[in-house]
């Protein structure tokens, strides 16, 4: 490389050595990134597939937290606490924006044992307009539906908050139900005085309310990954060709200019 500097354009050819070079760590990096990313899609994959294996559990405070799988399959019995209802904002379903409703199950007995219950998803009106009713079955319930570690989160919005309101539960909010950007079980567990279990159950079960039940699934397309990688590949292994041309044809221009230096000699 010292030697380019005795011949013109040799800076414009150390800068394209060093681009190529830099060319090619950058997209080797990119190409390693979407491998990562398909290695984490399998593994979310076979979550998913062992947990809809395993056997329905019927929940209750005495459940063991080991069983508490994510995609599992579960169903729990008891009665709504309706007054520590919370809407989740921000969430889309085919494009329309909308809010999840998420509600506490109290198990039986009465003695402030829950488990947390997204009950389903309602469209947001528009202009401004309020939120249809809450629906409110009363008497015992049993919900079936999917496990969840948590409540899914999303990225937080300019202006939005996942911060329950100062004194809830008490005054209703305007439209009736304190809105938050995410909702955080321990949070929640804090702010009512519940003990919950420490996972959501996704309602399944159809309940006539009108609330719509399509949850998001995570994408397992580890496929789209590697073949991402693959290009990012072919692409450093193209700058790395043409790294290899470009040193290569700086090599044959000094070894050129060497020889009439010899023949200078000779005479």
Same mark, same amino acid.
Request: charged residues 20%; positive net charge.
């Given at each position: 490389?010292? +030697?380019?500097?005795?011949?013109?354009? $040799?800076? @414009?050819? %150390?800068?394209?050595?060093?681009?190529?070079?830099?060319?090619?760590? %950058?997209? %080797?990096?990119?190409?390693?990134?979407?491998?990562? #990313?398909?290695?984490?899609?399998?593994?979310?994959?076979?979550?998913?597939?062992?947990?809809?294996? +395993?056997?329905?559990? $019927?929940?209750?405070?005495?459940?063991? $937290?080991?069983?508490?799988?994510?995609? @599992?399959?579960? @169903?729990?019995?008891?009665?709504?606490?309706?007054?520590?209802? *919370?809407? *989740?904002? /921000?969430?889309?379903?085919?494009? @329309?924006?909308?809010?999840?409703?998420?509600?506490?199950?109290?198990?039986?007995?009465?003695?402030?044992?829950? *488990?947390l219950v997204l009950r389903g998803w309602m469209a947001r009106p528009l202009g401004g307009e309020p939120l249809p009713a809450v629906p409110r079955p009363q008497g015992r319930q049993t919900?079936?539906?999917?496990?969840?570690?948590?409540?899914?989160?999303?990225?937080?919005?300019p202006g939005a908050h996942s911060e329950l309101p100062q004194g809830w539960p008490g005054p209703a909010a305007p439209d009736g139900l304190p809105r938050v950007q995410n909702l955080d079980?321990?949070?929640? $567990?804090?702010?009512?005085?519940?003990?919950?279990?420490?996972?959501?159950?996704?309602?399944?079960?159809?309940?006539?309310?009108?609330?719509?039940?399509?949850?998001?699934?995570?994408?397992?397309?580890?496929?789209? /990954? *590697?073949?991402?990688?693959?290009?990012?590949?072919?692409?450093?292994?193209?700058?790395?060709?043409?790294?290899?041309?470009?040193?290569?044809?700086?090599?044959?221009?000094?070894?050129? /200019?060497?020889?009439?230096?010899? #023949?200078?000699?000779?005479?």
């Amino acid at each position: 490389m010292a +030697q380019l500097g005795r011949h013109p354009g $040799a800076g @414009r050819t %150390v800068a394209a050595l060093a681009l190529l070079a830099l060319a090619v760590a %950058v997209f %080797v990096s990119l190409g390693r990134w979407q491998l990562g #990313r398909a290695h984490e899609r399998r593994a979310i994959a076979q979550a998913i597939e062992a947990g809809r294996a +395993q056997a329905p559990l $019927a929940l209750s405070p005495e459940v063991d $937290a080991g069983e508490l799988r994510p995609w @599992r399959a579960a @169903r729990a019995s008891g009665r709504w606490r309706h007054e520590l209802s *919370v809407l *989740v904002d /921000n969430r889309n379903l085919d494009g @329309r924006p909308g809010l999840w409703l998420a509600t506490p199950l109290e198990f039986d007995g009465g003695r402030g044992q829950a *488990v947390l219950v997204l009950r389903g998803w309602m469209a947001r009106p528009l202009g401004g307009e309020p939120l249809p009713a809450v629906p409110r079955p009363q008497g015992r319930q049993t919900v079936e539906g999917e496990l969840a570690a948590r409540v899914p989160r999303m990225f937080e919005l300019p202006g939005a908050h996942s911060e329950l309101p100062q004194g809830w539960p008490g005054p209703a909010a305007p439209d009736g139900l304190p809105r938050v950007q995410n909702l955080d079980l321990d949070a929640l $567990a804090r702010a009512s005085g519940l003990a919950l279990l420490p996972a959501v159950l996704m309602q399944t079960s159809p309940a006539g309310d009108g609330l719509a039940r399509q949850w998001p699934q995570p994408s397992v397309d580890a496929d789209q /990954n *590697v073949g991402y990688a693959l290009q990012w590949f072919s692409f450093a292994a193209i700058a790395a060709i043409a790294w290899l041309a470009v040193a290569a044809r700086a090599w044959r221009r000094r070894a050129s /200019n060497r020889i009439p230096e010899r #023949r200078d000699k000779t005479t």
